[in-house]
Structure formats: structure tokens, C-alpha cells
């Protein structure tokens, strides 16, 4: 796995003439975004294993395995013991996007989300008890549409076809 994706931090960040990327998951999505691309690529006959998948992309069996059975009771991935047993996908690939994925570790997305930057706070109360909206919630409110438009619209299928053309 790379390590932009997990998110790693390097010494010196961007003046080292690296651009770090601004959107971060945390490492537990970025392992289920993994995992659920590999099972895709598997395909619906071959099923894969905590260990082959995680020799696939150098991450932690334990961890993994813990991101699998989040995956397997959100109903994305089903588990069979035994063995010829492992993981595969519930449903088809091009049935399953990015955004149910993402939702599994970081949560449902909620339209009601508070700005960030006045604690978790909207709208702030002057000392005369006129509201006002933070100036910058507009901004976050569409970027955050925009990141729920794009998971929700692309599939695993999607991915995989980027991958090979």
C-alpha cells in the first residue's frame, strides 16, 4: 500500500518538494478501500485471505482482519471459514461504490455537519445576539458535497477498469 494513502508523514513535509495530499482517511478506510478493491480484482469464484491480501499491500494481518469483519457486517463482504475458505464480495462490483465503503470506518455522511473551525459550531452569537454564519462554512459545505458526489458515484468496477486501461 502506499504510503500517501495511509497518510504516513514524512520529515520535512512539502519543502522537501513533496506535496502531501489535503483529503486524509483515516488508516482503517484506506485498508478497507484496499481490501474491497482486491476482493473485486479476486473476482466472484476466487476467494482471498486476511494473508494474501495483506501481503498484497504490506499491512498488518490483525489490523486487516479487523477491517474485514467491519466489512463483512456491513454486508459489503462475506466470510467463509475453512479450507477454501476467505472473503469475497457481497455483492457485484459495480454494485458497490467507494462512499458505502468510506461510511463503514468513518461514518454515515450527515448533512448537518458543524464547521469545523469554530468547534463544531455553525453559526457563532455576537455579544448582541445577532447570529452569524461562519464565512467560511459555505466553502467546506460544497468541497464536502463534491467528496460525497464523487464516492457515491464511483464503483469498485470503476477502479478496476482504471487500473487496466
Do not use: W
Not at 482482519?65 to 454486508?75: D, P
Not at 458505502?100 to 459550531?121: A, N, R, T
Not at 447570529?131 to 458515484?153: K, M, N, W, Y
Amino acid at each position: 500500500m502506499c504510503e500517501a494513502a495511509l497518510g504516513a508523514r514524512r520529515e520535512g513535509g512539502p519543502r522537501q518538494g513533496r506535496l502531501r495530499r489535503m483529503l486524509r482517511f483515516n488508516k482503517s478506510t484506506m485498508i478497507g478501500l484496499y481490501a474491497m478493491t482486491e476482493l473485486a480484482e479476486a473476482g466472484e469464484e476466487e476467494a482471498l485471505t486476511v494473508a494474501e491480501i495483506a501481503t498484497r499491500f504490506h499491512a498488518s494481518k490483525h489490523h486487516l482482519a479487523k477491517v474485514l469483519q467491519q466489512l463483512v457486517r456491513a454486508k459489503l463482504v462475506v466470510a467463509t471459514r475453512g479450507a477454501t475458505g476467505g472473503h469475497r464480495l457481497a455483492r457485484d462490483a459495480g454494485d458497490i461504490t467507494l462512499l458505502e465503503i468510506v461510511e463503514v470506518f468513518e461514518g454515515p455522511h450527515q448533512e448537518d455537519e458543524l464547521c469545523l473551525l469554530l468547534e463544531g459550531q455553525a453559526q457563532v452569537t455576537e455579544p448582541s445576539d445577532r447570529v452569524v454564519r461562519c464565512r467560511l462554512h459555505p466553502v467546506f459545505e460544497e468541497l464536502d458535497q463534491q467528496l460525497i458526489a464523487t464516492l457515491g458515484s464511483v464503483s469498485l468496477r470503476t477502479i478496476l477498469s482504471q487500473s487496466k486501461g
